[in-house]
C-alpha cells in the first residue's frame, strides 16, 4: 500500500468515528462547548500502530507519541492545538520513520509548569527528551509555536539534529516589533490581534475558561483558506484541551516569552544543516526568514492554503516532508 492510500484510508477511517461512542466528552455540535476531558487513549486509537509514553525533562513532564520505524522524525504542534495536529500525516510518516510527536511543555497532557516557556529552555526539554530515548540524531519540524521551539532546537543542538522542517511559520525576530498595533485600513490581511491579546497575564483565563470555543472557532474560521477541513470534531478536541485556567495561562506563556525569543534570536549563527520550510498563508514570511538563518534551505509553497495547512492539505504537506528527508 503506497502512501497516498494509506493518508486516505486514515482519513476514511477517522471520519467514520463517532463521537459518542470513541469519547469520554459531551459535545454541544451547535457551540462546541465540550463538558469533559477528552479521552486521550480512545483518540490515539484512532491512529493505529502509535503508543503514548511520558518522561521527565527538565524539570517538567512531557507527554509525546511514537510510532513506525528507522531515522527519527520528531513533530511539535502549535497553537492551539495538541498533537492530534498530526494525526492526518502520522500513518504515512510512520511508514518510514520513527515518528514521535511532542506535546511541548504547556501543551495538551503535559506539564504545564509556571516558567520555562522561552523557546530556547523548550528545545532543552526537547533535547533531554531525545537523550532519554537514546537517538544520536533526529529530523525535526514544527509548526506555529512548534516551529519555533523545532528552530531553536536546530540552532541549539546541532549536532543532533539532521534536518529541520519549518511548517508556515518562522521563528521570532526583531521584526516583530514592526507589527501594526491597529489593523490597517483597507488592507487584505488578518490583524493578528491575539499577539497582544496573549501577553496580557491572568486576564485571558478570566475571560476565557470554558470558552475557549470562542477563540479556536475564530482562528480556524479566520486562518484557513476552507474552514470546514477543520471539523466539528477536530475542534472538540482542541477545545477540551485549552478550556481550563491552566491551560490557558500556560499557552498564552509561549508568547509572553517571545520577547526574550527574540533577543536569544540575535545570537544565534546561521544553520548549515538543510532547512526545509513549507507555507500556505505563511509561505511569504518563510521565504523572507530563512535565507538570514540557514545556508541551505529551500522552501515549498501549497496553494489555496490558509495556515493550517496540516489540517487543509495534510496529502500535499506529508509529500513535501518525505521527499525533503529521502
Not at 531525545?130 to 533526529?138: D, E, I
Not at 485549552?242 to 525569543?261: G, L
Not at 511569504?284 to 515549498?300: G, H, I, Q, R, S
Request: with cysteine; glycine share 6%; net charge negative.
Amino acid at each position: 500500500m503506497d502512501r497516498r492510500e494509506i493518508l486516505k484510508k486514515g482519513n476514511l477511517m477517522l471520519a467514520s468515528l463517532a463521537i459518542p461512542n470513541t469519547l469520554t466528552a459531551s459535545v454541544n455540535l451547535n457551540n462546541m462547548r465540550t463538558t469533559q476531558n477528552f479521552d486521550t487513549g480512545k483518540l490515539i486509537e484512532s491512529v493505529p500502530n502509535f503508543l503514548s509514553s511520558y518522561t521527565n525533562v527538565n524539570g517538567t513532564k512531557l507527554h509525546y507519541l511514537t510510532g513506525g520505524k528507522g531515522e527519527t522524525l520528531i513533530l511539535i504542534p502549535g497553537y492551539p492545538e495538541t498533537w492530534w495536529a498530526y494525526h492526518k500525516i502520522m500513518p504515512a510518516l510512520a511508514e518510514n520513520y520513527q515518528v514521535i510527536v511532542v506535546e511541548m511543555r504547556g501543551m495538551g497532557q503535559s506539564d504545564k509548569p509556571m516558567d520555562g516557556y522561552d523557546k530556547k529552555n523548550m528545545a532543552k526539554d526537547v533535547y533531554e527528551l531525545v537523550t532519554n530515548l537514546g537517538l544520536r540524531k533526529v529530523h525535526i519540524a514544527g509548526h506555529d509555536i512548534g516551529a519555533h521551539v523545532a528552530y531553536s532546537f536546530a540552532v541549539n543542538y546541532p549536532d543532533k539534529t539532521s534536518k529541520l522542517i519549518m511548517l508556515d511559520t518562522p521563528h521570532p525576530d526583531a521584526g516583530m516589533y514592526n507589527l501594526p498595533m491597529l489593523p490597517i485600513l483597507g488592507a487584505d490581511y488578518v490583524y493578528p490581534w491575539w499577539l497582544a491579546f496573549n501577553q496580557v497575564k491572568e486576564l485571558p483565563e478570566q475571560l476565557l475558561e470554558g470558552k475557549m470555543n470562542v477563540v479556536i472557532d475564530w482562528l480556524f474560521d479566520n486562518l484557513l483558506k476552507n474552514p470546514n477541513s477543520m471539523t466539528t470534531f477536530d475542534r472538540a478536541v482542541y477545545t477540551s484541551a485549552y478550556n481550563d485556567k491552566n491551560a490557558i495561562r500556560a499557552s498564552n506563556a509561549w508568547y509572553q516569552t517571545i520577547p526574550q525569543d527574540i533577543e536569544d534570536s540575535k545570537t544565534y549563527s546561521k544553520l548549515n544543516l538543510p532547512v526545509l520550510g513549507i507555507g500556505g498563508s505563511g509561505f511569504e514570511m518563510l521565504k523572507m526568514w530563512l535565507p538570514n538563518v540557514a545556508t541551505d534551505f529551500k522552501v515549498e509553497k501549497i496553494a489555496d492554503c490558509g495556515h493550517f495547512i496540516l489540517s487543509e492539505k495534510p496529502n500535499e504537506t506529508a509529500e513535501l516532508i518525505i521527499d525533503f528527508l529521502r
